[in-house]
Structures are given as structure tokens and as C-alpha cells.
């Protein structure tokens, strides 16, 4: 009876002791995996991107990448490298890009690319954070005189194959009943080239690409119009392969932080000011004078004041590559903060 006791009390000790190992070790910092492990060796991040498309990644006659996905990649390489310029951009078609990633060659995909069930569930990758609300529509010549896309019966339609946007096509005009004809290309550059030659009547792909084609490509941007209709939900997003959920997590929370930063007033301009002195909980958890997150991600303290200082938050981000004093000229819209109407809502970094 007595030996019993004993065996009880005695466990009921050694409870509490086990009790802190595991909390313990739930506390540990967390390794970032075999991805960020590659990437510190390399010394930079490689991004798979577009082959151009204005506004999103495309580069200058001097080989400078500029544009929001690029923008995005060279905050998750100054998080993770301290500097964001340590990226090296591979462009890929709409063909590659999947297997790109797949096979390792690059480390994000960052390639203005639809967030759909299809490639979320079969493609062994993992879609990140929504870092622009899109949605597909119509590039016609004003001389058409057509003022929606309703009145496109019997229109040849250029788009680019390998995308949704040809599904998209298909999908929309069998459910309004109107007979077109679509002409697809292997690339984005020969399909709207056919289109500004005259062999199509119309383009169509995602409408913020739509925008900085007929800036760009059109002898004449003021002889085209964007019809008024979006026929998709084309959420763009970065993906990362599967089978690194740490490397998944890092990406994911970058994003998250740029857009948190907006919400709380965090700019490139004001981020060191605000690291050395708000008193705000939430601004020092993300400048890295608080409470440190950056060790659950298995990084430094510092991880998104640096993204910050590289690029800046979403919404300078947006301004400068997309917004309406750029040369796409797009409004925010859809892509606002949630606090004024939009969708973008930061996780919150805690």
C-alpha cells in the first residue's frame, strides 16, 4: 500500500518536469528545411517569372527585372539573404513554369499564375499568398464599336495556349450562347502579335496584362479599349514545390508582412524611424524590435524590416508597378487593404 503511494506521488512529480521538456521543445526555433538551407550555400534565390509581361516582371534594355512579382521575390531573398538584390530571374513560358518548379530549377514561382483547384491539388506545388486579384477580359480595337462582350458573336479570339484563360474563353461563350472562334499560340508574345497584325479581332488574357499590352505594344494605345467584362476569378498567386512546408511557410509569411506593413502605416521611407522608436506592439513584431517571430520561421529578427527596406510594403509595391501613377495606370480595386473596400487582408504577424 505504502509502495504504491509512493509510485504515485512520484509520478504526479515528475508530471510537471515533463511536462516543461515539451513546451520546451514546442518553443524550439523551427529549421527552415533543405530550400533555404540551398539558398544560403547558392547565395541567391532563384524566381521563375515571365518571359515579360509590363507591370508584373519584364526587363529593361540593360537586363534590370523590374515589376510586382519581381518585387515579391526580391523581398523573400532580403529576408532570407539580408540583401534583395540576390535573386537570379528565370523567365519561363506558360509551359514551363510548372515543370520549372517541379524539377527544382527555380526556388519560387512568382509568374503572374492562377490560383486554381487543379494545380493547388495535382502539380505537387503549393500556392502561397493572393498578391493580386485579377480577372480575365477583352482587348478590342475601338473601330469594332463594340461596347461589351456580349456582342462578340462570331469574333476570332487570340489567347495564348497552356493558360485558364482559354478554358475561360470556352467556358464563358457556351454559357451566353454565343458562337466565337479561338485562335491559341504557344507563347504570349506570338498570340498578341497576331492580335495587333490583325488576324484576330480580339485578346483576351488576364485584364492587368491587357493594360500594359496596349501601353506597350500597340502603335496607337488610344485605338484600343478593355471591354468592361471579366469572365474569371483569376487570383494570382507565388507558388513554392511541395515537400518543404518550411520553405512554404517563409514565402507565405513574407507576403503576409508586406501587407500587414501597409495596414499599419510601415514604409520603406519611415521603417528605420519606426524600428527605433513605435512603442506599438504589432510594428515591432514586424521591424524586428519586439517580440522575435523571425526564429518560427528560421530567420533572423530582421526578416521583414529587410523585405520592407528592399521593396517597400504591398501597397508601394503596387503604386510603383501596377497602380494608378505607372504606366499600367490600373486602381487598386479588388487589391485595396480590406480596411477600404478591397481583399487584401495581412495575416497577422504574432
Given at each position: ?25 514546442a518553443a ?13 550555400q547558392?547565395?541567391?534565390?532563384k524566381?521563375g517569372?515571365?518571359?515579360?509581361v ?14 510586382l ?7 523573400v ?29 527555380v ?15 495535382a ?17 478590342i480595337?475601338?473601330k469594332?464599336?463594340v461596347?461589351s ?26 454559357t451566353q450562347?454565343?458562337?466565337?472562334k ?38 496607337h ?10 469572365i ?28 500587414e506593413?501597409e495596414?499599419l502605416g ?5 521603417a ?34 529587410h ?19 505607372s504606366?499600367l ?14 481583399l ?7
Amino acid at each position: 500500500m505504502i509502495s504504491s503511494f509512493r509510485l504515485r506521488f512520484s509520478r504526479a512529480r515528475l508530471l510537471p518536469a515533463a511536462l516543461v521538456i515539451l513546451l520546451a521543445a514546442a518553443a524550439t526555433p523551427v529549421w527552415a528545411g533543405k530550400t533555404l538551407d540551398t539558398l544560403r550555400q547558392r547565395g541567391t534565390l532563384k524566381c521563375g517569372v515571365t518571359n515579360g509581361v509590363a507591370g508584373f516582371s519584364a526587363p529593361d534594355t540593360q537586363g534590370h527585372w523590374s515589376g510586382l512579382d519581381v518585387d515579391i521575390c526580391r523581398a523573400v531573398a532580403a529576408a532570407v539573404l539580408g540583401d534583395g538584390h540576390k535573386v537570379e530571374f528565370v523567365p519561363l513560358n506558360s509551359k514551363q513554369r510548372f515543370s520549372a518548379l517541379q524539377a527544382g530549377e527555380v526556388d519560387i514561382l512568382a509568374r503572374n499564375t492562377t490560383w486554381t483547384l487543379s494545380r493547388d491539388a495535382a502539380l505537387g506545388l503549393n500556392f502561397t499568398t493572393v498578391t493580386y486579384y485579377d480577372g480575365q477580359g477583352f482587348l478590342i480595337p475601338k473601330k469594332l464599336k463594340v461596347t461589351s462582350a456580349k456582342q462578340l458573336r462570331g469574333a476570332t479570339i487570340c489567347t495564348q495556349s497552356g493558360t485558364t484563360s482559354e478554358k475561360s474563353i470556352a467556358d464563358w461563350f457556351h454559357t451566353q450562347n454565343i458562337p466565337v472562334k479561338t485562335v491559341v499560340f504557344e507563347n504570349f508574345e506570338a498570340a498578341y502579335k497576331a492580335f495587333f497584325s490583325g488576324r484576330c479581332q480580339v485578346f483576351s488574357t488576364d485584364a492587368s496584362a491587357l493594360a500594359g499590352l496596349r501601353n506597350k505594344e500597340a502603335a496607337h494605345p488610344g485605338d484600343y479599349m478593355i471591354l468592361p467584362e471579366l469572365i474569371s476569378k483569376e487570383p494570382l498567386a507565388p507558388a513554392v514545390r511541395r515537400g518543404d512546408d518550411e520553405w512554404f511557410a517563409i514565402v507565405k509569411w513574407v507576403s503576409n508582412a508586406l501587407i500587414e506593413a501597409e495596414e499599419l502605416g510601415i514604409t520603406q521611407a519611415k521603417a528605420d524611424a519606426l524600428k527605433a522608436s513605435s512603442k506599438d506592439p504589432a510594428v515591432q513584431r514586424i521591424l524586428g524590435s519586439g517580440e522575435d517571430m523571425g526564429k518560427l520561421l528560421g530567420l533572423d529578427k530582421d526578416w521583414a524590416y529587410h523585405a520592407i527596406k528592399a521593396v517597400g510594403n504591398y501597397g508601394e509595391i503596387f503604386e510603383r508597378n501596377v497602380g494608378p501613377k505607372s504606366a499600367l495606370g490600373l486602381p487598386r480595386g479588388a487589391n485595396a487593404l480590406w480596411t477600404q473596400g478591397g481583399l487584401m487582408y495581412g495575416l497577422p504577424v504574432r
